[in-house]
């Protein structure tokens, strides 16, 4: 069982429609990151928590400590926002993260 | 935040050679980290870089076939040593501490013949 987990692992929805990613870990945590990639491979931070809910634009991040669960909402999604959503848990015993296996997100317009 | 650039952006190379990929940050960061992402799957660390130390290996990883240099708190390389088709994959570098974001370049992706 993987230490980070993420569900679905593939996600195609229709533009303008609400989407949720989920990712589930196992390790105790300092913080939880959320990251996109597009095809091309970069990589960027969307989030990091540590606890509650942050918003930015159309994406929500919210984080449970004692379920250890975090979901990525996006609203009113869009044809741009097709990548691989990554959620990466950075461990407490140091600065070492673990990434979830990603969630490949199709939004048709 | 952190902006970072990566040298080369892509490459071809052909078995057994060695290709040395550089990264840049516009800040001074102590600990940079190299990862691989093999096709289809998710980031996997290679090492840690700290400035005037020798890198920290994951297991798997070795110091011969992937040499870092840290030289200084902005730079640092990761040299993919004797390449075979089962190094190509993307490298990413990252910069990220305890309680502060992480940030990632843009990548390299290597291909090897």
């Known amino acids: 069982k993987n230490e980070v987990e993420q569900s679905p692992q593939n996600l195609t929805a229709q533009e303008g429609e609400f989407i949720t990613i989920n990712c589930s870990y196992s390790?105790?945590?300092?913080?939880l990151h959320w990251l996109q990639q597009h095809p091309g491979g970069g990589i960027v931070s969307l989030f990091m928590?540590?606890?509650g809910k942050k918003k930015h634009g159309r994406l929500i991040a919210t984080i449970n400590i004692q379920e250890k669960h975090s979901s990525l909402h996006i609203t009113a999604s869009h044809p741009r926002d097709s990548a691989v959503y990554i959620c990466?848990?950075?461990?407490?015993?140091?600065?070492?993260?673990?990434f979830g296996e990603g969630t490949q997100l199709t939004v048709n317009p | 935040s952190a902006v970072i650039s990566q040298k080369p952006s892509r490459d071809i190379c052909q078995r057994g050679t060695s290709l040395t990929i550089q990264c840049q940050v516009d800040?001074?960061?102590?600990?940079m980290f190299w990862y691989r992402q093999q096709p289809g799957q998710s980031l996997t660390l290679i090492a840690t870089?700290?400035?005037?130390?020798?890198?920290?290996?994951e297991s798997g990883f070795v110091i011969d076939k992937f040499p870092i240099s840290r030289p200084n708190l902005t730079f640092s390389t990761l040299t993919v040593s004797n390449m075979s088709p089962e190094d190509s994959s993307i490298y990413l570098c990252?910069?990220?501490?305890?309680?502060?974001?992480?940030?990632f370049g843009p990548g390299t992706r290597l291909t090897v013949t």
């Open positions: 990466a848990a950075k461990e407490t015993s140091g600065s070492r993260l673990t």
């Open positions: 990252s910069v990220g501490g305890r309680a502060i974001e992480q940030y």
């Open positions: 870089a700290n400035q005037g130390s020798e890198a920290t290996y």
């Open positions: 800040s001074q960061v102590t600990m």
């Open positions: 390790v105790g945590i300092s913080a």
């Open positions: 928590l540590s606890s």
